[in-house]
């Protein structure tokens, strides 16, 4: 065999030739390459040879192997994404249809102050957001693996339990207890801490505090999972070097958990940046983000590719996001995601 060539060509290849031989008798003219013989031979044949060529081919197709989770990535991933993309680069016209006119005026638009503002906006709030779930779920999360003992798991499924609710009920829930007219501002007012109901609501302020309730589940459970599954004697270690609890956290336990804290920025960060409803509930026309303006471009404006455009923005952030989070936090980092 030459130097170079792939074992599992040559076998494929031998086969087929054979098999060709064989059948030349039986069928009759008709074509090898027919879909009705390759099925049969492809059938017939045995299953380790069956196996090689499903390898050579993804080999040569270079991908890692081709599945129902492949199909179902490109059907509802990239095919989605692929659209919506070449959406970006077309026209809308006067009634909101779409008019096959390449251009690149959308694109453009993404500089104006508004827009730019817009981008600036949700960016800030997605990052604050990240930073106060981490340093809120990581002490949650620390609290329950060290000290929940056997309550651990009921604590965990109270950290979990709002999201078996609707997010739109949930947000209307806050949007009543913190209204001028709302239970805080009730309770306050009867206890005479206040002389007129407080401002909570439609201003930046509540809207982070409000996607921090939304998604701080997100930040907890990867960084639970890394806790869990850290070495103790590790940390005994540590503690018989004569390492103080606060050195053996920064030394040993930080930078070993540092996967599931990636892959909780991930998952926090990334339903912040497209997430228009809190906006829209809890902070008003004047703290809009960029899923607010996907949504008046799609539904309000009828305008396709303009929203289009948004969006194949807010995914190439995003895309950056994880890539940068994934290269710093290596396999542990997908491991927590998925």
Same mark, same amino acid.
């Given at each position: 065999?030459?130097?170079?060539?792939?074992?599992? #060509?040559?076998?494929?290849?031998?086969?087929?030739?054979?098999?060709?031989?064989?059948?030349?008798?039986?069928?009759?003219?008709?074509?090898?390459?027919?879909?009705?013989?390759?099925? #049969?031979?492809?059938?017939?044949?045995?299953?380790?040879?069956?196996?090689?060529?499903?390898?050579?081919?993804?080999?040569?197709?270079?991908?890692?192997?081709?599945?129902?989770?492949?199909?179902?990535?490109?059907?509802?991933?990239?095919?989605?994404?692929?659209?919506?993309?070449?959406?970006?680069?077309?026209?809308?016209?006067?009634?909101?249809?779409?008019?096959?006119?390449?251009?690149?005026?959308?694109?453009?638009?993404?500089?104006?102050?508004?827009?730019?503002?817009?981008?600036?906006?949700?960016?800030?709030?997605?990052?604050?957001?990240?930073?106060?779930?981490?340093?809120?779920?990581?002490?949650?999360?620390?609290?329950?693996?060290?000290?929940?003992?056997?309550?651990?798991?009921?604590?965990?499924?109270?950290?979990?339990?709002?999201?078996?609710?609707?997010?739109?009920? #949930? /947000?209307?829930?806050? #949007?009543?207890?913190?209204?001028?007219?709302?239970?805080?501002?009730?309770?306050? /007012?009867?206890?005479?801490?206040?002389?007129?109901?407080?401002?909570?609501?439609?201003?930046?302020?509540?809207?982070?505090?409000?996607?921090?309730?939304?998604?701080?589940?997100?930040?907890?459970?990867?960084?639970?999972?890394?806790?869990?599954?850290?070495?103790?004697?590790?940390?005994?270690?540590?503690?018989?070097?004569?390492?103080?609890?606060?050195?053996?956290?920064?030394?040993?336990?930080?930078?070993?958990?540092?996967?599931?804290?990636?892959?909780?920025?991930?998952?926090?960060?990334?339903?912040?940046?497209?997430?228009? /409803?809190?906006?829209?509930?809890?902070?008003?026309?004047?703290?809009?983000?960029?899923?607010?303006?996907?949504?008046?471009?799609?539904?309000?404006?009828?305008?396709?590719?303009?929203?289009?455009?948004?969006?194949?923005?807010?995914?190439?952030?995003?895309?950056?996001?994880?890539?940068?989070?994934?290269?710093?936090?290596?396999?542990?980092?997908?491991?927590?995601?998925?």
């Amino acid at each position: 065999m030459p130097r170079g060539a792939c074992p599992e #060509r040559h076998e494929i290849l031998r086969y087929a030739q054979n098999d060709t031989k064989r059948r030349a008798g039986n069928d009759k003219g008709m074509f090898f390459g027919s879909f009705q013989t390759a099925f #049969r031979i492809v059938g017939e044949m045995p299953g380790n040879l069956r196996e090689k060529i499903r390898k050579y081919l993804a080999k040569q197709a270079h991908l890692p192997s081709v599945g129902p989770v492949s199909i179902w990535t490109i059907l509802f991933v990239i095919a989605p994404l692929g659209f919506i993309l070449y959406f970006s680069f077309l026209t809308a016209g006067d009634f909101g249809q779409i008019l096959p006119i390449f251009t690149l005026e959308n694109y453009q638009a993404l500089a104006r102050p508004v827009v730019a503002e817009v981008f600036l906006r949700t960016l800030l709030f997605s990052l604050a957001t990240t930073m106060i779930c981490l340093l809120l779920g990581y002490p949650l999360a620390y609290f329950i693996v060290m000290y929940g003992g056997r309550w651990r798991i009921h604590l965990l499924l109270l950290v979990i339990l709002p999201e078996w609710t609707s997010y739109l009920i #949930r /947000l209307y829930a806050i #949007r009543m207890l913190s209204g001028r007219a709302g239970l805080i501002n009730s309770a306050l /007012l009867s206890l005479g801490l206040i002389s007129s109901p407080l401002g909570i609501l439609y201003n930046p302020s509540a809207v982070v505090l409000t996607l921090v309730y939304g998604w701080l589940p997100l930040m907890v459970l990867p960084v639970y999972a890394s806790l869990v599954g850290l070495n103790p004697s590790l940390l005994e270690a540590s503690a018989d070097l004569g390492a103080t609890p606060f050195r053996r956290f920064f030394t040993v336990t930080l930078p070993l958990t540092k996967g599931g804290i990636l892959a909780g920025i991930i998952l926090v960060f990334i339903p912040c940046i497209g997430d228009w /409803l809190v906006p829209l509930l809890m902070g008003g026309t004047k703290t809009f983000m960029a899923g607010n303006l996907v949504y008046l471009h799609f539904i309000s404006a009828a305008n396709i590719p303009a929203g289009s455009t948004i969006g194949v923005a807010l995914t190439a952030i995003v895309l950056i996001i994880m890539y940068l989070c994934i290269k710093a936090g290596g396999k542990e980092a997908t491991e927590r995601i998925i």
